[in-house]
């Protein structure tokens, strides 16, 4: 593709920036490192989770409710074994959301920073 502009990270905004590389790292199984001077974590191909403590974060709510703060988007894994999977987050830190919407197929978890994420079956 001409002039193809390709993604080089996902910045993660968060209250405690080691806390999630660490939680990442071990949830995904990616390489910890530094980017930016910045935890980071990597996969083996390449894409890369770079995270940034602010003072003043806020948590997303989820569901969204009005008026409060809402997430700007999440990440969905695919995973051999949803129920292996959820196990092993909440054993890293996460926690299952209250309300859940698939069924047999995802499960949605919030990170140790309260960001919403999916643990899809493959």
């Known amino acids: ?6 993604l080089g990270n996902v910045m993660v905004d968060c209250n405690d920036e080691k806390q999630l590389q660490r939680f990442y790292g071990d ?12 935890p980071a974590v990597r996969s083996s191909n390449g894409i890369v989770f770079l995270f940034i403590e ?24 695919q995973v051999e074994n949803v129920e ?6 909440e054993k890293l830190g996460a926690v299952k959301a209250a309300a859940q919407y698939g069924g047999e197929h995802f499960v949605t978890m919030l990170d140790p920073a309260g960001h919403p994420f999916c643990l899809c079956k493959k």
């Open 54 to 77: 602010e003072s003043d974060y806020i948590p997303p709510v989820w569901p969204e409710e009005n008026g409060r703060q809402q997430k700007q988007m999440h990440f969905d894994f």
């Open 27 to 38: 949830l995904l199984g990616w390489e910890m490192c530094e980017l930016y001077k910045k």
């Open 1 to 6: 593709m001409k002039d193809e502009v390709v």
């Open 84 to 89: 292996k999977a959820v196990e092993r987050a």
